[in-house]
Nanobody, 124 residues
């Protein structure tokens, strides 16, 4: 079992920036094929924010393109999300996840490991 831990969330004014981190303190043998950031606001469905695979290919949801940047060491279960020009609509709990199966990554299916989330609150 791999435990993922997110950090870096908090309150921020609109237009500000935050940098989220996702790391593991667990030992492991198998590395993930992809990792991603997801977010969920109260009463809303969870949505994918940004993903990156072992080859470095990245993908973003349209609403954050040009504002967020995802990076990390996927083989080491380490992931970051630089968030700039934050908007109130970005307010949510942000989760990181890791998927081990390449075919699942290609399908956007994250059935592997998930963190507990970090709260991001953007005020206007």
């Amino acid at each position: 079992q791999v435990q993922l831990v997110e950090s870096g969330g908090g309150p921020v004014q609109a237009g500000g920036s935050l940098r989220l981190s996702c790391v593991t303190t667990s030992g492991y043998i198998v590395s993930p094929s992809c990792m991603g950031w997801f977010r969920q606001a109260p009463g809303k469905e969870r949505e994918g924010v940004a993903t990156i695979d072992i080859d470095g290919y990245v993908s973003y949801v349209d609403s954050v393109k040009g504002r967020f940047t995802v990076s990390g060491d996927i083989a080491g279960y380490t992931l970051y999300l630089q968030m700039n020009n934050l908007k109130p609509e970005d307010t949510a709990v942000y989760y990181c996840a890791a998927e081990l199966q390449r075919s699942y990554c290609r399908a956007g299916r994250y059935d592997g490991y998930w963190g507990q989330g970090t709260q991001v609150t953007v005020s206007s």
